[in-house]
């Protein structure tokens, strides 16, 4: 007599597959919690919550890869999650901040930000399997990603924590288009410079100086917070033209090794 199966909703999960959703689960929370913390005025906190989401958002996706962990159901997860915690959460932020000074433009711009966000989530779960792209794109995302994009879009909430903005509410006019663009950025078809194949194998004569160099931006960004992450959101608006010059420069030895376009 032949053993049947238990029904399909009492096999057993791997753990291996758990981990990495319980981390985007935990990056959720933060996401949220930053937009409790903003309806109550407590806006450093409530920046912190949005960064300690981007940290656990990088922290997920290499924790699938090494574990061997990813699902169809993670990737969802994951897109969920960005878009509450990298397009809802800052675009709230920033209303509540500064934005709703402007009345409805304030929140327009706001809106712009959340929905760039939401369309730039769509268009990488639908190109993310590409099998036509060349090897050389993987280096590269097209427009921002949503954890960069929210947080480049704060930067004028760390430069009012270091005083740099005095009056966010005179500062208003000023913001809605610097959000507007990084809204803009976020879907448009610039190349970025992707971090997904770093953290693979380390030389060891790099692996001191990368401990050290990791354990001295923890410590800063712990003692000088909006320093850091304000010196982090201009350095990353100024790599931008250094990326699109050198997509152009592999697009440009693709084609000549392959006769096309990329």
């Known amino acids: 007599m032949v053993e049947s199966l238990p029904p399909k909703r009492f096999q057993v999960i791997p753990v291996r597959f758990l ?21 109550e005025n407590r806006y450093e906190l409530a920046v912190g919550a949005i960064i300690v989401a981007i940290i656990l958002d990088a922290v997920d996706g290499r924790l699938a890869r090494m574990l061997k962990g990813s699902s169809r159901f993670g990737a969802e997860l994951d897109s969920l999650a960005d878009f509450v915690n990298f397009g809802v959460a800052p675009a709230l932020l920033l209303y509540f901040w500064s934005l ?39 280096n590269f995302f097209t427009g921002a990603p949503a954890p960069a994009g929210a947080g480049i879009a704060m930067l004028p909430m760390y430069l009012g924590f270091l005083g740099v903005l005095s009056d966010a509410a005179a500062a208003a006019p000023f913001i809605a288009p610097y959000v507007f663009g990084v809204a803009i950025l976020m879907v448009s078809h610039v190349p970025t410079w992707s971090g997904k194949n770093m953290g693979g194998r380390v030389s060891r004569e790099h692996a001191l100086m990368i401990l050290s160099f990791t354990v ?11 320093h850091v992450l304000a010196l982090c959101a201009v350095a990353y ?16 030895a693709w084609k000549g090794s392959n006769g096309a376009e990329p």
């Not at 319980?22 to 937009?35: F, H, N, R, W």
């Not at 402007?102 to 590409?130: E, K, Q, T």
């Not at 608006?237 to 440009?252: E, N, V």
């Open 216 to 226: 001295f931006f923890i410590a800063m960004l712990a003692a000088f917070t909006w």
């Open 19 to 39: 981990l990495p959703n319980l981390v985007t689960l935990l990056a959720l929370c933060s996401g949220v919690t930053s937009i409790k913390l903003a309806i």
């Open 100 to 138: 709703h000074e402007l009345g409805n433009l304030g929140w327009i711009a706001a809106l712009s930000l959340a929905v760039c966000g939401a369309l730039r989530l769509a268009r990488f779960n639908v190109a993310v399997d590409d099998p036509d792209k060349p090897a050389f794109t993987k």
């Open 237 to 252: 608006l100024a790599m931008l033209p250094f990326g699109i010059r050198s997509y152009r420069r592999q697009a440009a």
